[in-house]
């Protein structure tokens, strides 16, 4: 099949939300070179964010990464806002959404990179997220005009009651991660998009920065090597978490520092039952067949 023949996926729905507008993407103009990274959240997001960032700025220092990178579906601020904003962008875009693949216009010349995480993982950092919001992410996200459905309220008093009620809501209080994850492990075949696994990235940062590079079509400076490398680490994003977490983490109690918090996985084996892990892990079988399962559990494809 030649590229011209391709089925190349179709926005089919409108996701709404606390969180979310779909809509600003009937109206966002692609340029070719575009780099989409999509994740279900929690899963790498800001991370990817400054790995791409390195590779097209050469190892540059101190990038306002949260500034150059918006969440392109998030409903704040408004749409005429961030789309003159990313029309104002002269360096190679680079957004991040957190749609399934058929809420979103899907471009065959933009290049996709999905980030998959055990979704174990994910509630523990959501968790964190959540249970250090302040006043002033309930009142952006609640109150600002356009809000479609419930708004978001706090988040339940343990992690273990939060994960129980994320595995049976499907999501809850954020919004369905099944069907993310399933949309776009469908589509991993397309040349323009690439898979990448959360624990590769903690394994072989350095490999799969490289696998990056070359499905983005940048060739690397070796002379830059090591600054990307060092920009690229959980230390030096920790340090300089101001200029990759969106208003500087002033969302967050504790600030930036607190949105990029440790970047681990496993942290809910010693504190799930043997009875919590085999319903999560029967779960994603079910809801997303033998294969991806695995993948989202290992990055194995």
């Known amino acids: 099949m030649t590229l011209d023949e391709t089925a190349w996926p179709r926005k089919t729905r409108?996701?709404?939300?606390?969180?979310?507008?779909?809509?600003?993407?009937?109206?966002?103009?692609?340029?070719?070179?575009?780099i989409i990274i999509a994740t279900c959240a929690k899963s790498g997001t800001t991370w990817m964010q400054q790995i791409v960032s390195q590779l097209l700025f050469n190892g540059q220092e101190d990038l306002p990464v949260a500034e150059m990178s918006p969440w392109l579906d998030l409903r704040?601020?408004?749409?005429?806002?961030?789309?003159?904003?990313?029309?104002?962008?002269?360096?190679?875009?680079f957004v991040k959404t957190h749609l399934p693949v058929d809420a979103l216009v899907f471009d065959a010349n933009a290049k996709y990179i999905c980030i998959g995480r055990d979704g174990r993982d994910v509630v523990w950092s959501l968790f964190n997220h959540h249970v250090n919001a302040n006043a002033s992410w309930y009142d952006a996200l609640n109150n600002t005009p356009?809000?479609?459905?419930p708004p978001i309220g706090p988040p339940a008093d343990t992690v273990q009651q939060y994960f129980r009620d994320w595995l049976e809501k499907d999501g809850f209080p954020f919004w369905p991660f099944w069907d993310n994850i399933r949309s776009w492990w469908e589509i991993r075949s397309l040349p323009n998009v690439l898979l990448v696994h959360f624990a590769h990235?903690?394994?072989?940062?350095?490999?799969?920065?490289?696998?990056?590079?070359?499905?983005?079509?940048?060739?690397?400076?070796?002379?830059?090597w090591d600054a990307v490398l060092e920009?690229?680490?959980?230390?030096?994003?920790?340090?300089?978490?101001?200029?990759?977490?969106?208003?500087?983490?002033?969302?967050?109690?504790?600030?930036a520092e607190t949105f990029v918090h440790k970047g681990t996985n496993g942290?809910?084996?010693?504190?799930?039952?043997?009875?919590e892990v085999a319903a999560y892990e029967q779960k994603a079988l079910a809801e997303l067949g033998p294969d991806c399962a695995r993948w989202l559990q290992t990055g194995a494809l």
């Open 14 to 34: 409108d996701l709404h939300n606390h969180h979310m507008d779909s809509t600003i993407w009937d109206e966002f103009a692609f340029r070719d070179d575009d």
């Open 76 to 93: 704040i601020p408004p749409k005429d806002i961030k789309l003159a904003e990313l029309e104002g962008q002269t360096h190679r875009r």
């Open 146 to 149: 356009g809000l479609v459905g």
């Open 201 to 224: 990235l903690k394994a072989d940062m350095p490999g799969e920065i490289r696998r990056i590079a070359a499905f983005l079509g940048i060739a690397i400076d070796e002379k830059r």
């Open 231 to 255: 920009h690229c680490g959980f230390d030096y994003m920790k340090a300089h978490a101001a200029t990759s977490v969106p208003l500087g983490g002033a969302f967050w109690d504790g600030g």
């Open 267 to 275: 942290r809910w084996r010693d504190l799930l039952s043997v009875e």
